[in-house]
């Protein structure tokens, strides 16, 4: 039998007391939120690529304190959340988490509606934030809460409006979602915090006790970009549901182009992974592929080069070109490139059929990926922490991914560097502005260089090698069979492919025939060879990766799933869905696959459970209404899941 108050009780003290336990687990360590499905790898944030890194930040991670009882962390605290500037997929999520944790450990939290004008204008523009008023925009793209461009926070009589609204509601706390113009905005709003309280009592306004109660601002930064300009994380929220949707979009214009012959030029934020003929980078332009400076210069014996390079395309039985440039793209003399130009001198030059598409805001709509969801629900959660342990001499920060973990970088030090890209960009410093954004910028533009233009070298290697994919079939094993083969073809090496893969493992034991085949170098000598393994499992239960090649594409199909399931769960009562998803006995997909799309629990392999967990969970989902109440989102609001 089952009795709801007793176990509404039970349930809520196993809760707290698992939240307790893994938040102490939590601080215990590194301090940051593995986004990975590994934890192997301790030394990841000092070792991984980063962008910005160039910059020399003398600190990783900013000082964090060891907390006592997380649920009363944000008692007599308030705190205030908003997006400012261009809006981006992910950016609810981060509203959402923060809203959630902040709630959890006991703090008041404030909707700031329309961004810094919100802040200024205060009244119904600030407004209590519930556990239930972030339900359902998990998978919302945009944001929520709007943003809104304003003039008058730029102006110190905007600010000190702003700093009135914040003292009357007892706010000491801001969170700020945005790009590096927003983040500013709210350092320099931190940094005359005092200054602004003191003009206001001297006016009136607001009492002594009211300035003392209210004497320093916590600010903390997330950045919500979907251009990934902002050097001191890796990725920024909105960066990876732009690639998909631009990715989506080649791949429709691929077929057309196709059918027709065609020359497509795509207008966007640049892309390394479409397989796309041409790009056009604002930080890179030179002679080897469309000659920048032949576009001011009209320099024809530039484009007879790029006109002989894509008629061997042509030649070797290609029927299309796409060649993406990026927004903003500008020539070694400073002056812009447009698809129009480039229309031009590729129509009557190479007399190809020519159409140009410009993307646009069609990049930044739509639902997030799982991937942005998840991110930016981590950053959300370090977000609150951070604003609950900081103190009058923390200088604001910036919740920032380093490899897979979510740390605090000092907030102006990053944007200083950001500052110094668009002045080596202005100052022609190209190759500057490169190493400025980091070793995973700089990497991704040469392997995307590398791979879109494979000429052989008239001299070839004596070594020959095979490329094979063996067990289940999953998502981006082309791409690495494409890769390979070309970087292969670049070196001079004679590449095979081995097709079906061996028989021996035609049950998906991969990892245990490339083990088998070096055990049997010691019997058979034509066996000592070398041997690369690539992991490549939907399961990302492969030890030793972060990810493994197509988890991610198999996360997105999921959370997409579970988005469509919740539309229809939300128009009926008492109704309780299942997914279960694959995973080879491991539980990244269900935990990551919750995390994303705000599933009210998650089981998995690695925590045994049985039929009575789940009549306890339908006991209170049914009786006290939970579905979309305090359970909703609990493996993404918060920790690890």
Not at 279 to 307: H, T, W
Not at 341 to 365: A, M, P
Not at 413 to 434: H, I, S
Not at 601 to 624: K, S
């Amino acid at each position: 039998m089952c009795y709801p108050g007793v176990l509404s009780v039970l349930w809520l003290l196993c809760v707290t007391l698992l939240v307790c336990l893994l938040f102490w687990l939590r601080k215990k360590g590194q301090g940051g939120d593995d986004l990975s499905a590994s934890e192997c790898d301790s030394e990841t944030s000092s070792s991984s690529d980063q962008a910005g890194d160039a910059a020399g930040f003398s600190s990783r991670t900013m000082a964090q304190q060891a907390p006592s009882d997380p649920t009363k962390m944000g008692e007599g605290r308030a705190i205030a959340v908003l997006t400012s500037g261009g809006d981006a997929q992910g950016m609810n999520a981060a509203v959402r988490a923060t809203v959630r944790v902040g709630i959890y450990t006991g703090a008041k939290v404030f909707f700031v509606h329309e961004g810094y004008q919100g802040l200024v204008d205060g009244g119904d523009h600030i407004r209590p934030a519930t556990w239930e008023s972030v339900s359902m925009m998990l998978q919302l793209g945009g944001t929520v809460i709007g943003s809104a461009r304003c003039q008058d926070f730029r102006t110190k009589e905007g600010r000190t409006k702003a700093a009135f609204n914040l003292v009357k509601l007892g706010i000491t706390n801001l969170c700020v979602i945005g790009g590096d113009g927003s983040l500013t905005g709210a350092n320099q709003f931190r940094t005359e915090w005092r200054e602004l309280l003191a003009d206001l009592v001297k006016a009136g306004k607001i009492t002594a006790n009211e300035a003392k109660g209210s004497s320093h601002l916590n600010i903390v930064g997330m950045v919500g970009s979907i251009d990934n300009d902002f050097c001191g994380t890796d990725m920024t929220i909105g960066t990876d549901s732009a690639l998909h949707r631009i990715i989506e979009i080649v791949d429709a214009i691929t077929t057309t182009a196709q059918s027709h012959q065609r020359t497509f030029i795509l207008e966007l934020w640049p892309v390394a992974l479409t397989g796309c003929s041409s790009q056009r980078c604002p930080q890179k332009m030179d002679g080897r592929n469309i000659c920048a400076e032949g576009l001011a210069d009209v320099n024809v014996l530039s484009y007879i080069v790029f006109g002989l390079l894509k008629k061997k395309q042509r030649c070797r039985g290609s029927r299309l070109n796409i060649i993406i440039v990026a927004e903003g793209a500008i020539n070694r003399n400073g002056k812009p490139i447009t698809c129009d130009q480039i229309k031009e001198l590729v129509s009557k030059k190479l007399g190809f059929d020519t159409r140009t598409t410009i993307l646009g805001h069609v990049q930044r709509g739509g639902t997030p990926s799982a991937f942005d969801r998840i991110l930016a629900s981590r950053m959300g959660v370090e977000a609150v922490m951070a604003l609950l342990e900081a103190t009058p001499e923390t200088p604001a920060c910036v919740v920032s991914l380093s490899g897979n973990m979510a740390v605090r970088l000092p907030l102006m030090e990053c944007v200083q560097v950001t500052k110094d890209v668009t002045t080596a960009m202005a100052e022609g410093r190209f190759e500057d502005a490169v190493k400025l954004r980091g070793k995973s910028f700089e990497n991704n533009w040469n392997t995307y260089q590398m791979l879109a233009h494979v000429h052989p070298p008239d001299t070839k290697s004596n070594i020959n090698i095979a490329v094979l994919n063996v067990g289940a079939p999953c998502a981006g094993m082309n791409a690495a069979v494409r890769s390979a083969v070309r970087v292969g073809l670049l070196q001079g090496h004679q590449m095979l492919a081995v097709h079906e893969g061996f028989d021996g493992l035609a049950h998906g034991m991969a990892f245990v025939g490339g083990l088998e085949m070096v055990q049997a170098r010691e019997k058979y000598e034509e066996l000592c060879i070398p041997l690369v393994v690539i992991p490549a499992t939907v399961s990302n239960n492969v030890p030793g990766s972060d990810f493994s090649i197509g988890a991610d594409t198999a996360l997105n199909t999921i959370t997409m799933t579970c988005d469509r399931i919740k539309q229809s769960a939300a128009g009926t009562k008492r109704r309780v869905f299942l997914v279960e998803t694959m995973g080879g006995y491991c539980g990244y997909l269900a935990t990551m696959a919750g995390l994303a799309s705000g599933a009210d629990a998650a089981y998995i392999y690695e925590e045994p459970f049985n039929i009575h967990d789940l009549e306890v969970c339908a006991c209170e989902w049914t009786q006290n209404g939970w579905v979309d109440g305090w359970m909703d989102g609990w493996m993404d609001g918060w920790m690890d899941g």
